[in-house]
């Protein structure tokens, strides 16, 4: 399996931007399809966002689009979700997801799409 790492959350404003990093380790990257999921207190994990291995196929959650840009760097081997106009509601532990697959892949929003997990990074954004 791929190892992922995830980085970049923290506590930010109403408003504010952060971009998140998932580093993986262990396999080929480019031959994993990426998604991000969020867990709230409380609350299931839920889809986020998924990118193909080519990166050309990018979707999202109706919650977040518009304002949440997933992207890839395949020779960095990193995936990252850029996020911008934050929410209170967007408070939630952010986890990294991948599937191996064949060709340019488009997971689907389900966590049984995914095969490998990280262990998660805390995002908090107050009002």
């Known amino acids: 399996q791929v190892q992922l790492v995830e980085s970049g959350g923290g506590l930010v404003q109403a408003g504010d931007s952060l971009r998140l990093s998932c580093a993986a380790s262990g396999r080929t990257f480019s031959n994993y399809a990426m998604g991000w999921f969020r867990q709230a207190p409380g609350k299931e994990r839920e889809f986020v966002a998924a990118i193909s291995q080519s990166g050309s196929r990018p979707y999202y959650a109706d919650s977040v689009k518009g304002r949440f840009t997933i992207s890839r760097d395949n020779a960095k081997n990193t995936v990252y979700l850029q996020m911008n106009s934050l929410k209170p509601e967007d408070r939630a532990v952010y986890y990294c997801?991948?599937?191996?697959?064949?060709?340019?892949?488009?997971?689907?929003?389900?966590?049984?799409?995914?095969?490998?997990w990280g262990q998660g990074t805390q995002v908090t954004v107050s009002s």
């Open positions: 997801a991948a599937e191996y697959a064949y060709g340019d892949y488009v997971p689907g929003a389900r966590e049984a799409d995914f095969g490998s």
